[in-house]
């Protein structure tokens, strides 16, 4: 937990070593369990890292830092750290409050992919046994109501997007970048549901590539090739991806893309458009005035809400009960 409370912070073994005076090695030595450590020294380290001392004494165990990130290909690790180390925070409170208020296993189909099925079946599954509607309208209370948590907090970098990750009870949680755009987030949370229902049950061969499955598999979700396949039938040009991000609630990039699969655009035609994406400036960030609303979430705040009243908490007691102090259970849950 100590490790956890200095990586959430951004902070390596030397420099919390330093703001505690205490040197780097025995500090180390105190992470791994190999000596003990004084109740004083515990809560400087409480003060440096502003956590309560009952964070230190959560007995929970870490979620390992594997491939389930949304994030662009080249991500230095001092900017993953942190964020791993926030999601488990999340896993831990997740956990606790389904405990607290018995909530019960939600059932999400677990979906392998082979030869015969595609990632893009999956998803084409998926849709049908949920009794998806063609356009997803709100993604987030889609997901919700089939009890996947979703949530959000800073990650303080635009280079990652989002992660997916189990309770030790193997509730399943959805956690993306809340800087992240409509379209962005809404691609992101798809993604991580792919990984949900494709990679996290299954055994995955080393050689796959899973980030380029999720990808398959959300363009799908979002996009089902049935009922897109009709929007790109009479060309395909930039105003008109517009038109369809609006219809779709999915990026113009992520459109043309899309097209670009299906087989409507021939080399010559997906350059040229993306040479217009370019001189119009508008590949990284899309006009404004075609935004996609941000999603948001309720499920884990309607919990709190519950465990509050059920208990008769009040704001500072539920922090305390999440081992947080109040401006930041706020800041997170609010």
Do not use: C
């Not at 964070?55 to 390992?64: G, R, S, V």
């Not at 009709?230 to 991806?241: C, K």
């Not at 006009?287 to 709190?304: A, S």
Request: proline share 4%; hydrophobic share 40%.
């Amino acid at each position: 937990m100590i490790a956890l409370a200095r990586e959430s912070r951004g902070l390596s073994q030397a420099e919390l070593a330093t703001k505690i005076e205490m040197s780097p090695a025995n500090l180390s030595k105190i992470e791994r369990g190999d000596i003990g450590i004084s109740q004083d020294v515990t809560e400087l380290i409480a003060s440096v890292t502003r956590y309560p001392m009952s964070f230190f004494f959560q007995e929970d165990e870490m979620f390992p830092e594997h491939l389930i990130y949304r994030k662009r290909e080249k991500v230095a690790q001092k900017l993953l750290t942190p964020i791993n180390a926030k999601v488990n925070i999340v896993r831990f409170h997740v956990q606790s409050i389904i405990e607290e208020l018995k909530v019960k296993q939600p059932y999400i189909p677990s979906l392998e992919v082979d030869e015969k099925n595609t990632p893009m079946s999956v998803a084409q599954k998926l849709r049908k046994t949920w009794k998806v509607e063609p356009i997803i309208t709100d993604l987030i209370q889609l997901l919700e109501n089939k009890g996947i948590v979703v949530t959000s907090f800073k990650f303080n970098t635009d280079r990652v997007d989002s992660r997916s990750v189990l309770t030790k009870e193997n509730y399943p949680v959805i956690i993306y970048n809340s800087s992240l755009l409509g379209d962005r987030q809404r691609f992101s949370i798809a993604y991580q549901l792919g990984h949900l229902i494709m990679h996290t049950s299954t055994d995955v061969s080393w050689d796959r590539d899973i980030s380029h499955e999720a990808n398959l598999f959300a363009a799908e979700f979002l996009m089902p090739e049935k009922e897109i396949r009709h929007d790109f039938d009479n060309g395909i040009t930039v105003p008109q991806l517009g038109e369809l991000k609006k219809k779709w609630k999915v990026s113009m990039i992520s459109l043309l893309f899309r097209a670009d699969d299906l087989g409507y655009l021939s080399a010559n035609q997906k350059r040229y458009l993306l040479q217009q994406f370019n001189e119009q400036k508008i590949r990284k960030r899309e006009p404004m005035e075609l935004d996609i609303p941000v999603e948001k979430p309720r499920l884990i705040r309607t919990w709190l809400s519950e465990l509050k009243a059920k208990q008769k908490l009040s704001v500072a007691s539920l922090a305390a009960k999440l081992h947080l102090q109040t401006d930041e259970f706020i800041e997170l849950y609010n």
